[in-house]
């Protein structure tokens, strides 16, 4: 892994926070002064804008453009297109800066496009996930969702999310390179933000491919850990953590967190796993975790934290992601998670932020 995609420099947290005010404070104020029925539409044909951006990873258009701008009668020949139809999904894009059209017909990469090439610290296959062919007919049955708060994926296709990934490889490979990337983009900024080598064993329990431990045993060479996960997600962990040359220092062990979880670890993190699922489930997890766990140990949650206000939110986004996607999960409030952790055992000792949308919630046992 490029040590660029390891330590990313990013301004300090309040400079971050103060430009999204800003940003905020501007769109609000540029929405007001026009008509709503003109906002409205300008929202709605964002549509267009998400899909040709992952239309655009998938047909690998980036890395097509790596090296030197081209013609869009050599792009077409290269993506297998026709050259009129990508001409005008190309200049629509290139439109909202996500790629640059130059004279002649000949495009060539923006920062925003390299984004999703096919490298690391990209989120192609985030792209590819979110608003490609499967989750973008889930996401056509919202209306459903909302209607019944069935999840689409046991309404469409008459079984439990899990179950389906676990029958498709092919989709759950997808699934798979999603998570990865989004655990590339932001271990480096997670290790800046938490003290990892106050931890002597740390288990990551749903710790899918171990990017986020591979990350954190390179940075504190006396720290070992344990990845827990289903067989069918850690299957090229071993191939990961050898890369990252940690592979001596960190187990892993396949399970499900219903059955066990690996005793007597210092730190156990849950990344992303409580937002799949329904409040009864999330307490018997952190219930299982909490019994394997010593006196001393602490539990770190890395999850989206939804709050009280009327601003724009990552995470109010992904709630409805998990609406269609999960059976019960959701994305949190403070208050909601304070209770969990309550009702589960834990005492909730902080809350961390960071420049990512994932804080840091740290309970130790009760």
Not at 97 to 105: A, F, N
Not at 112 to 125: N, R
Not at 211 to 223: D, G, N, S, V
Request: proline share 4%; charged share 25%; glycine share 6%.
């Amino acid at each position: 892994m490029p040590d660029k995609a390891k330590h990313k420099k990013l301004p300090p947290l309040f400079v971050i926070k103060a430009t999204m005010g800003l940003r905020n404070f501007l769109v609000k104020i540029t929405k007001g002064m026009l008509p709503a029925n003109f906002v409205m539409l300008e929202e709605a044909s964002a549509i267009w804008k998400a899909k040709s951006i992952e239309v655009a990873a998938q047909l690998n258009i980036s890395d097509y453009l790596e090296e030197k701008p081209l013609p869009i009668s050599q792009l077409a020949a290269l993506a297998e297109c026709n050259e009129d139809a990508l001409y005008r999904m190309m200049r629509t894009l290139a439109g909202e800066g996500i790629y640059k059209e130059l004279s002649d017909k000949h495009f060539t990469n923006t920062k925003l496009s390299k984004a999703i090439q096919t490298k690391e610290d990209s989120v192609k296959y985030f792209v590819m996930h979110h608003v490609g062919v499967n989750n973008w007919d889930l996401v056509g049955d919202l209306l459903n969702c909302v209607k019944t708060g069935e999840n689409a994926i046991t309404h469409k296709f008459g079984m439990e999310p899990f179950e389906y990934l676990e029958k498709h490889p092919e989709k759950n490979n997808i699934f798979n390179k999603a998570m990865t990337e989004t655990a590339e983009l932001s271990g480096s900024i997670f290790l800046n933000a938490y003290n990892f080598c106050n931890y002597k064993k740390i288990i990551d329990i749903g710790g899918g491919q171990g990017h986020l431990l591979a990350q954190i045993l390179e940075k504190f060479p006396a720290t070992e850990a344990i990845l827990f996960d289903q067989a069918h997600v850690v299957g090229d962990a071993l191939n990961l953590l050898k890369q990252n040359g940690v592979d001596d220092r960190c187990s892993i062990v396949e399970g499900s967190f219903f059955a066990s979880i690996p005793p007597n670890g210092d730190l156990y993190i849950l990344k992303n796993i409580l937002h799949d699922w329904d409040d009864s489930t999330s307490a018997e997890i952190l219930q299982k975790i909490r019994a394997a766990m010593l006196p001393h140990s602490k539990l770190l949650l890395i999850e989206t934290i939804i709050k009280p206000n009327n601003k724009p939110s990552f995470g109010k986004f992904i709630d409805l992601q998990m609406l269609i996607g999960t059976s019960g999960g959701k994305e949190r409030t403070l208050e909601e998670f304070t209770k969990l952790l309550t009702e589960a055992g834990f005492a909730f000792r902080r809350v961390i932020e960071n420049a990512t949308p994932f804080s840091f919630i740290e309970a130790v046992t009760n």
